[in-house]
């Protein structure tokens, strides 16, 4: 369940009423209505407006607002304008501004600037929720709040400092322990007191790297910086979260996440959010496997459940060096893409366009032609018709995944916090490079976290394993051991949740289930590439080549190249009834393509539906059926193959099993399986 008491696909966006006269709301009510909007989210930005000093509140202007609202039948989703502080606050009470890696303290600018542990900010900020909620209860049009905006950014105050040390002293109970975890016998950076921590960062554990990236000299103090950081913005989120709830018991809280944010601990966040949503802006290059790939991490945030897809542009962005305007019937793709996999709502930043600062070229429903007969507007138009013709058809369906890949952010930190073997590897692009081959085939995926169950999968993919979590090798063990399969590959079983390394060997408790052990890692720099055969193709081995040697596993290929040529690159263990697979080195798409075919073939997993390359496929399951989602992501037309007797949701064909559609180009079908 996303958005209270709703039974349609909401359809919407962020509005700002506040940036116009009186009048201007008048036509806004009637223009949103021409597009079928049927909920807005409100006051995202108005803390200033609303607090205009320490003890006055005024609520007047969002009361009108409100009103109107209603009057007019628009749901609202809540703000709680706590995503950037007034000037006062500021002046008065500088402890709410943040401090930089750097040690400088900012001053008043921006937003997303408060310090999370600011006594102040907290104050302030569960007060007004609590006011807004006391406010506005009665409203029961109001489906869900939205706490502040897009949490993310870090902070290296005063506060910062001793909360942090608060923070270790809860988890590590005892100075020993603590330097056990940081292994500060190292340098002799040994503790004899909580207070003689700091905060790591480029006045003390940080540097700038020969690449220009930030890199530390002790990962435990810095992974425990980057927990500690995302905890402090959740506790803000929690403490707003429980002004609300005291005034609405049973209304949903949700805050607004930007996607695989490397930021906060989305999994960690997602418990004690009520929904998720996120914010959705691909880059006009990213491919269509990136963005679904985005929306099935955000899926998998909340145990699957579908999200509200908050925000997205309707035409144009205004903060990329290039803001290429979405191609005609490019933002019905991507809003159905965002449904395909998991999305109950679709929502825009944002209705109206801006007169002045930085968002002014922002895209907007309405631009500052304040016309609705532009190719933007009709699109949008469009769109609403279309979503409130689909009448909640596939609302908290499901995606009937199989294949699952384990993704962490604690192991994301820790291996870009690694110093060596290269900073080539990105935990992000290996993730891709599972996730893309999926994708092209056809082959629907869930983003579990360390902590979910593997078992509900026939293949579980754990790009990176670098660092295994307690108890995680038993999970591994248990389902490979069931008939499951189970893949990783470089890089991974080698430290424990310290970031310390798990002794005995790569890949450390991983030995036992994989059957081999990894004797050395060969860092290739950029450019340069080993190559190992699979099956009859060859194909190149870069980034990291591990040196792998057998205990029990088989070698499936080993590299051709250099001083370990013969030497296993990809090895596969039979364990139980299951196999589990090492690949020792980062390949080609094809590879991977290739690789994941085999696998998903042999576990028993095929493609959701069969189309032509630029096509996607996705399927969401529930109580009304099930629904096939066709998007053609390709300038063509495309023919594809029906496999059984669909309805098109939007026209209301039927066709049978064994007929030939053409889908047109960017175009998307939704067909319902008639049973
Ligand atoms: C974010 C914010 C919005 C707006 C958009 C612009 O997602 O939440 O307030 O700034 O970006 O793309
Ligand atoms: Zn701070």
Redesign the pocket.
């Known amino acids: 369940m996303t958005y209270k008491g709703v039974n349609q696909i909401l359809y919407g966006g962020d509005y700002n009423p506040e940036q116009w006269a009186e009048e201007v709301w008048l036509e806004d009510m009637q223009i949103m209505k021409q597009a079928h909007i049927k909920i807005v989210t409100l006051n995202v930005f108005s803390w200033a407006a609303l607090q205009p000093d320490e003890d006055t509140y005024c609520f007047e202007r969002l009361d009108r607002i409100m009103n109107l609202l209603r009057e007019n039948g628009f749901l609202v989703c809540m703000a709680t304008s706590t995503g950037a502080h007034p000037a006062w606050m500021a002046k008065r009470h500088p402890d709410i501004l ?2 930089d890696g750097n040690g400088r303290k900012r001053k008043f600018g921006g937003r997303h600037n408060s ?1 999370p ?2 006594p102040t900010y907290r104050l302030y900020a569960s007060r007004l929720a609590k006011r807004l909620a006391k406010r506005y209860k009665g409203y029961s049009n109001i489906v869900a709040w939205h706490v502040s905006n897009e949490y993310g950014g870090t ?1 290296y ?1 005063e ?2 400092e001793k909360a942090f040390r608060e923070w270790l002293k809860r988890k590590y109970k005892t100075l020993e322990e603590m330097n056990r975890c940081f292994f500060t016998d190292f340098w002799g950076h040994t503790f004899y007191d909580w207070d003689e921590v700091v905060l790591p960062n480029l006045l003390s554990e940080h540097f700038i790297g020969e690449n220009g990236e930030e890199r530390t000299m002790f990962q435990g103090i810095s992974l425990d910086y980057m927990r500690f950081i995302s905890d402090s913005m959740l506790e803000c989120f929690q403490i707003e979260y429980r002004a609300i709830r005291e005034e609405m018991p049973d209304i949903p809280i949700t805050t607004n996440l930007t996607g695989a944010d490397k930021n906060l601990d989305s999994q960690k966040w997602a418990k004690q959010m009520d929904f998720v949503s996120w914010d959705s802006y691909p880059r006009p290059s990213d491919s269509a496997a990136e963005t679904a790939m985005s929306h099935d991490i955000m899926r998998g945030l909340k145990g699957q459940m579908p999200f509200v897809l908050m925000e997205q542009t309707p035409s144009v962005t205004n903060w990329q060096p290039y803001n290429k305007l979405k191609r005609p019937k490019e933002m019905r793709l991507l809003s159905y893409q965002a449904a395909a996999h998991g999305a109950d709502a679709i929502q825009f930043f944002q209705i109206r366009r801006g007169k002045g600062a930085c968002e002014k070229f922002h895209g907007a429903v309405i631009d500052h032609a304040g016309r609705t007969d532009t190719r933007v507007f009709q699109e949008v138009t469009q769109l609403g018709q279309e979503l409130e013709l689909l009448n909640g058809a596939f609302l908290e369906s499901k995606t009937p995944s199989q294949a699952a890949i384990l993704f962490d952010w604690d192991n994301w930190w820790a291996v870009e916090y690694s110093a060596g073997p290269s900073i080539l590897i990105r935990y992000l692009d290996v993730v891709k490079a599972y996730y893309t081959a999926l994708f092209e085939d056809n082959i629907l995926v869930d983003f579990i976290g360390a902590e979910d169950e593997l078992e509900n999968y026939k293949i579980v993919i754990a790009p990176l394993l670098y660092m295994v979590k307690t108890g995680l090798e038993e999970k591994i063990e248990h389902f490979t051991e069931n008939g499951g399969c189970f893949i990783t590959g470089y890089f991974s079983g080698i430290v424990d949740e310290h970031d310390l390394v798990l002794e005995g060997g790569y890949p450390g408790t991983l030995k036992e289930v994989l059957g081999i052990w990894v004797q050395e890692q060969d860092a290739l720099p950029k450019g340069e590439k080993n190559a190992f055969y699979y099956k009859e193709e060859k194909y190149p081995a870069e980034i990291l080549c591990d040196l792998i040697l057998l205990g029990g596993a088989d070698s499936v290929s080993t590299y051709t190249e250099d001083f370990y040529q013969g030497i296993s690159v990809i090895t596969r263990n039979f364990y139980g009834n299951g196999t589990a697979w090492y690949v020792g080195t980062s390949s080609s798409k094809e590879f991977y393509r290739e690789f994941l075919s085999d696998r998903c073939r042999e576990a028993g997993i095929s493609p959701c539906f069969v189309t032509p390359s630029g096509v996607e496929a996705a399927i969401r399951k529930g109580k009304n059926g099930s629904f096939l989602f066709l998007l053609n992501h390709t300038e063509q037309e495309q023919e594809v193959v029906l496999d059984r007797t669909y309805r098109d949701l939007l026209f209301g064909e039927v066709y049978k099993g064994g007929e030939r559609v053409l889908i047109e180009k960017k175009d998307v079908w939704i067909l319902m399986e008639v049973r």
């Open positions: 943040r401090t310090c542990n600011s902070c105050c506060n910062c």
